[in-house]
């Protein structure tokens, strides 16, 4: 595809293309499980979890709700996950601890090596449904090392809302065209690239258990397709 | 002063505590002077062009203005001080190099090492009127190691309005109590402090010219005055 901008951020999707969410939601709950003595299948209550997420949005996208962080969307998922799994919700501190676990996830092996190598040509950042707090605290632990927090927050609307994307590039004063979508999903990377944002598919196999696979990126829809971030850096010339 | 709570994130003011704005505008100007053949007392406008800055943000503050970003109210302020010296505005590509004159200013010496140990033991962001991309663009271009970039526009009120501080901790998940203001300007300080935040003080004697002096906080009305940011850092235990 020939573009007539030249590319100056490269703005990223999070959870399942930046962090392992999955395992991470699985050890916090479990060391929680046996912190409080709570036995349950805290792989499916972690799938479970997640699955209620898009829900969530969904009234917020459809104008159903206004729009309010996604710590206080975790919290509420939680509540019904546990209630569908016969567990009592945590409350105060416990829950506090549970809903941050969404803090302390673990970035893939590959991505503080390469957003280091991509940061010396573009300004990066997170371009996520997740807060400013839950990413921001999510960077320090991890060492991931964005410019700037992007994403809903920023924009008050969550992907693949327009508006999440169209208020990101904004924010930085840059058109549609300066940025560059970086996903693990095609259909976040369909909803930049509908706006004029270039795209870099990252397929993450692993997201939602080992070796569940990942999609194949069809013909001439993205821009770019890379194995991991420091992969993505080669492609980039970076 | 005992405090209950501890200080998890330590926010900044940016245009005279973190960088010397007025060395740096006077070189923009001058530079761009030169390459147009504009003859003027560029340190003069520099001062007007500041001079204007905040009546301009009053209007926004007073709720007689929506919130627009900073570099729109720098573009139209630099309009009214180039007609004030008699100057014709720029235009285009003209107009965006001035402009954006404020993204590439230079830190105080000890910023990027004070900044680089103060970040090993809290969040620190800027809490600035300058706009994302502002703040974005002059960290990136000066290695300021932010965690997140906070501020007017994100709080969508300019600083001293309490919003601008309030959403710059909330948008941490932070009571102002457990965030500490740090500035070289006791009206910044004295705003902050009234919603519950610690202060720290930074005087930069050297902000509007060599020499011209910075005041002396009274007594008790701060909780920690230092020299420069590594000082800073040695009175917090970093």
Redesign the interface.
């Known amino acids: 595809m020939t573009r007539d901008y030249e590319i100056k951020a490269l703005l990223f999707d999070v959870f399942g293309t930046v962090v392992d969410w999955r395992s991470g939601i699985i050890r916090e709950l479990s060391a929680w499980g046996t912190d409080t003595h709570v036995v349950a299948d805290w792989p499916a209550i972690a799938d479970g979890w997640r699955g209620l997420y898009q829900p969530a949005m969904e009234r917020i996208r459809a104008g159903n709700r206004g729009f309010v962080r996604l710590?206080i969307l975790h919290e509420e998922n939680l509540r019904d996950i546990f209630a569908e799994h016969g567990l009592d919700a945590p409350i105060g501190e416990e829950m506090h601890r549970l809903v941050t676990a969404w803090h302390r996830l673990d970035p893939w092996p590959d991505c503080v090596s390469g957003l280091t190598r991509l940061k010396a040509s573009y300004?990066i950042?997170p371009c996520s449904n997740g807060?400013?707090?839950l990413?921001?605290?999510m960077?320090?632990r991890a060492g991931l090392p964005?410019?700037?927090?992007?994403g809903a927050?920023?924009a008050q609307a969550y992907k693949p809302h327009a508006q999440a994307y169209l208020g990101s590039a904004d924010?930085?004063?840059?058109k549609p065209e300066q940025c560059m979508m970086v996903a693990a999903h095609l259909d976040d990377l369909e909803a930049a690239a509908e706006l004029g944002f270039a795209t870099a598919y990252v397929p993450r196999p692993d997201e939602h258990g080992k070796g569940t696979g990942a999609k194949t990126a069809p013909d001439g829809s993205v821009d770019h397709v890379a194995i991991d971030f420091n992969a993505l850096a080669e492609n980039l010339d970076c």
Do not use: F
């Not at 964005?146 to 992007?150: G, K, P």
């Open positions: 710590d300004v950042a807060n400013i707090a990413i921001t605290n960077a320090k964005w410019d700037v927090v992007l927050e920023v924010a930085l004063s840059l």
